[in-house]
C-alpha cells in the first residue's frame, strides 16, 4: 500500500464518509481528520453557530484554509464535510495532496441516515428525499470533477466498502 498521501472521503451528507474513514482507518493504521468535527474543536462553536452568526461563504473559508492545512501534514484519512467540492480550488488541493474517492448512495438511503439530524445547516427545514435528490443532482458534477475513485455505497457492509477503496487506491 503506497499510503504516504492523504485519502479524502468526499460525498453528500449522509454517504457514509464517517464510518467509512473509521473501517479505513483501522484496516490501513492511519489517523482520522473528521473535518466538520476539527472545525467546530478549531472555531469552538457548532457548525449551525458558525452559519447562523457568519454565514456559509465564512464557514467555505475555514473548510479551504483546513483543506490547505492538509497538505502539510502526515497522510491522514480525511472525512470531508459534502460541501467541500463547491469550492474548485479545494478538489485541485485534495488532488494534489493525496486521492480522492467518491462515496455515492441513493437519496432514499441518505434520508434514512440523516433524517433525525439537526446538526446540518443545509438540510434543517429542507429535510425530505426531494431536496436531497435536487441538491445532489447539482453537485453531482462536483463530485464527479474531484473524484480519483467512485465507490457505490448502498447495501455494502464498511468492510467490503473500504477493502474497494484500498484496491482503488493502491493502483
Ligand atoms: C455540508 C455538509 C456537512 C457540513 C455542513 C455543510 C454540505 O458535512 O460540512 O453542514 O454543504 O453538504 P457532512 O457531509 O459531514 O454532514
Redesign the pocket.
Same mark, same amino acid.
Given at each position: 500500500m503506497k499510503n504516504r498521501q492523504n485519502i479524502f472521503l468526499i @460525498?453528500?451528507? @449522509?454517504?457514509g464518509? =464517517?464510518s467509512i474513514a473509521k473501517e479505513l482507518a483501522r484496516k490501513l493504521r492511519m489517523n482520522i481528520v $473528521?473535518?466538520?468535527q476539527r &472545525?467546530v474543536e478549531e472555531q469552538g462553536m457548532t &457548525?449551525?453557530k458558525i452559519?447562523e452568526e457568519y454565514g $456559509?461563504d465564512h464557514?467555505r473559508d475555514i $473548510?479551504s484554509q483546513l483543506i490547505l492545512d492538509l497538505g502539510n501534514t502526515e497522510p491522514v484519512i480525511v =472525512?470531508? @464535510? @459534502?460541501?467541500?467540492v &463547491?469550492r474548485p480550488e479545494n478538489s485541485q488541493y485534495m488532488k494534489k495532496s493525496g486521492k480522492v474517492v467518491f462515496l455515492t448512495a441513493k437519496p432514499e438511503t441518505i434520508f434514512e441516515r440523516?433524517r433525525y =439530524?439537526k446538526?446540518?445547516? &443545509?438540510?434543517n427545514g429542507n429535510m425530505n428525499v426531494e431536496f436531497i435528490a435536487d441538491?445532489m443532482a447539482k453537485?453531482l458534477p462536483l463530485y464527479e470533477a474531484a473524484a480519483d475513485v467512485v465507490i457505490q455505497t448502498d447495501g455494502k457492509p464498511l468492510s467490503v466498502i473500504a477493502d474497494e477503496i484500498i484496491k482503488a487506491v493502491q493502483g
Open positions: @460525498g453528500f451528507m @449522509g454517504a464518509k =464517517s $473528521e473535518m466538520d &472545525i &457548525i449551525n452559519f $456559509e464557514f $473548510e =472525512s470531508c @464535510g @459534502g460541501g467541500v &463547491i440523516v =439530524s446538526d446540518r445547516p &443545509i438540510l441538491l453537485r
